[in-house]
């Protein structure tokens, strides 16, 4: 048996742990580095043509978990960037496309605007809000990332958008309008709503939006929660209206009583007076609340309580014209 010196024993103590060292050194080179994984992130899928300034557009979204539609109107002149107009439907919205396109003449009236306009496709009863959870007759519906974060980029890419940004709608889309732009103040620089209600925490504004998901077998716990959950009051427009200042803004309601388009040219004379009468008398209540609130906190508005009108298509394509000189002051037009 031979004896090591400590000295030498201290040697081979080195060289072991070098060797050892150098070994591991090695191994790390053939193991593979476990790296974060990025966010998916929305893409756009195909671009369908409708006419040659009239396009249907299919978003990859991650957030809402399938492929989304929209259809984007073009400005007759795309020879520089412009900005967007984003059109919300009402309860009634489905996949079939956009009642801006078919009811609101929305095709004729941006014939000659230099914007690009984007019409959302589907979102029945949806408040194009984020639910907490899917819904199982609604289904998943994350709207407000979607149109808030994942699409704007995409048009912005792919339509030469110049970043402004303005939303309008109808109905539940007009609450939806105005719920999108306190809640996304960087995106929109200005916000029209058509005969909508903004109050999701009293009892009134909380009972409408059930009735309006319930309309559809969907159930509004799966949107915001239980009545008392957070979320209801994080989504009330009144409650946060001063998340609406500095936006160019324009609401309107009629009274509800029958005008100059409950007629016997109107198919649907009757039903707007029978339905649409009580229904717009409510959200003329509602637009009141609001304009009220935006004047005690000084910020400006354009408000048209109309004397006469229903909750009516008619009507709201009327509204769209008469909403253009805020949105286009908004959009710097």
């Known amino acids: 048996m031979t004896c090591m010196t400590p000295g030498r024993r201290s040697r081979v103590r080195s060289r072991a742990s070098a060797v050892v060292a150098a070994i591991a050194a090695v191994t790390m080179l053939f193991v593979p580095v476990q790296h974060a994984s990025a966010a998916p992130v929305a893409t756009i899928d195909r671009v369908e043509s409708i006419t040659d300034r009239w396009v249907r557009v299919f978003v990859d979204s991650p957030a809402m978990g399938s492929v989304v539609e929209v259809q984007v109107l073009h400005p007759k002149n795309r020879s520089t960037p412009r900005p967007t107009v984003y059109l919300l439907d009402g309860r009634s919205a489905d996949s079939s496309g956009s009642h801006w396109t078919d009811r609101g003449g929305a095709v004729e009236f941006f014939a000659d605007k230099d914007v690009n306009v984007v019409m959302t496709v589907g979102g029945t009863a949806s408040y194009y809000t984020d639910w907490q959870r899917a819904d199982p007759t609604l289904g998943t519906y994350r709207w407000e990332t979607f149109l808030t974060k994942e699409l704007p980029p995409l048009i912005d890419s792919a339509f030469d958008g110049n970043g402004r940004n303005a939303v309008a709608g109808i109905s539940m889309g007009a609450q939806a309008a105005m719920m999108l732009a306190f809640r996304a103040p960087q995106v929109y620089s200005a916000v029209a709503s058509y005969s909508g209600c903004y109050s999701t925490t009293d009892d009134l504004g909380q009972a409408q939006m059930r009735l309006v998901v319930a309309s559809f077998r969907g159930d509004a716990d799966n949107m915001f929660g239980p009545p008392t959950d957070p979320e209801w009051a994080a989504h009330d427009v009144i409650g946060n209206a001063d998340g609406l200042r500095g936006k160019a ?36 209540q509602c637009t009141q609340q609001l304009a009220g609130r935006l004047a005690e906190l000084g910020i400006p508005a354009t408000v048209n309580h109309r004397p006469v009108g229903t909750h009516s298509w008619p009507y709201w394509t009327q509204e769209l014209a008469n909403s253009w000189p805020t949105l286009a002051a908004g959009l710097g037009q």
């Open 249 to 284: 803004i324009y609401i309107s309601a009629g009274s509800g009583l029958p005008g100059p388009f409950e007629n016997l040219a109107n198919p649907d004379a009757l039903n707007s007076v029978l339905f649409g009468g009580p229904i717009e008398a409510i959200t003329n």
